[in-house]
């Protein structure tokens, strides 16, 4: 099974970068993923990685480290609108796609 | 190309009584995965199914809950005699089987048992 720990809550103002990090125990890696969530709404996809590195689309940039147990999701010029919750989700070798998630981070973006 | 799509939005039953909710999966994806949202908490998996065939059932619970995947129509995840504690959002999700997929979701079933 895995352990997937995020923080609870994250602040930052308009304009700012916010790094939020995610750190997992698992018994067979196989892929991490990011998903951005609003209030009330369905969990949308923003980045995946399987392999260590960074991978950048646009504002949001994720990073693996396999070795640590460790990833960070980027977001940089933030806007009001990426007000959130953000979910670390682990999958797992052989675990035929289902994702097991973190309790998710919530984003306050302040003017 | 309809995204996945789940009904009812929300869903208010009493107590004992029995909730069924639909999922679409997305035009193409032969692949579903239910999960459940508890407030303030993560999503959780439940179930992986695909057609007439359930691949993974190690988070449901072992009493009132199933699941179905038929070869025709949507899948459905069905409680029986439901209690409080069953008032969550359901979350639905879809995908092909490759490799560096992602699942896409549904907007959820928000049950409320009172």
């Known amino acids: 099974g895995q352990n997937i720990d995020q923080p609870t809550e994250m602040t930052a103002t308009e304009g700012a970068i916010v790094q939020i990090n995610c750190t997992y125990q698992?018994?067979?890696?196989?892929?991490l993923f990011w998903y951005q969530q609003h209030a009330g709404e369905a969990p949308t996809f923003l980045s995946y990685?399987?392999?260590?590195g960074l991978e950048e689309k646009g504002r949001f940039s994720s990073f693996l480290s396999r070795s640590k147990g460790y990833s960070y999701l980027l977001l940089k010029e933030l806007q009001m609108k990426d007000s959130a919750s953000y979910l670390c989700?682990?999958?797992?070798?052989?675990?035929?796609?289902?994702?097991?998630f973190g309790a998710g981070t919530q984003v306050v973006v302040t003017p | 190309n309809a995204g996945v799509m789940q009904n009812p939005r929300h869903l208010v039953r009493r107590r004992g009584q029995e909730a069924r909710l639909r999922c679409s999966p997305m035009?193409?994806?032969?692949?579903v995965y239910w999960y459940r949202q508890l407030p303030e908490e993560g999503l959780k998996f439940m179930v992986y199914?695909?057609?007439?065939?359930?691949?993974?059932e190690s988070g449901m619970p072992k009493e009132r809950f199933s699941a179905e995947f038929p070869k025709e129509g949507p899948s459905i995840l069905r409680i029986q005699q439901v209690v409080r504690g069953d008032s969550a959002a359901y979350f639905c999700?879809?995908?092909?089987?490759?490799?560096?997929?992602?699942?896409?979701f549904g907007q959820g079933t928000r049950l409320t048992v009172v």
């Open positions: 999700a879809s995908s092909t089987l490759t490799e560096n997929t992602e699942a896409f």
């Open positions: 698992t018994s067979g890696f196989n892929g």
């Open positions: 990685n399987v392999l260590d």
């Open positions: 989700a682990v999958r797992e070798y052989d675990s035929w796609g289902k994702l097991q």
């Open positions: 035009k193409g994806h032969s692949h």
């Open positions: 199914l695909q057609k007439e065939n359930i691949i993974d």
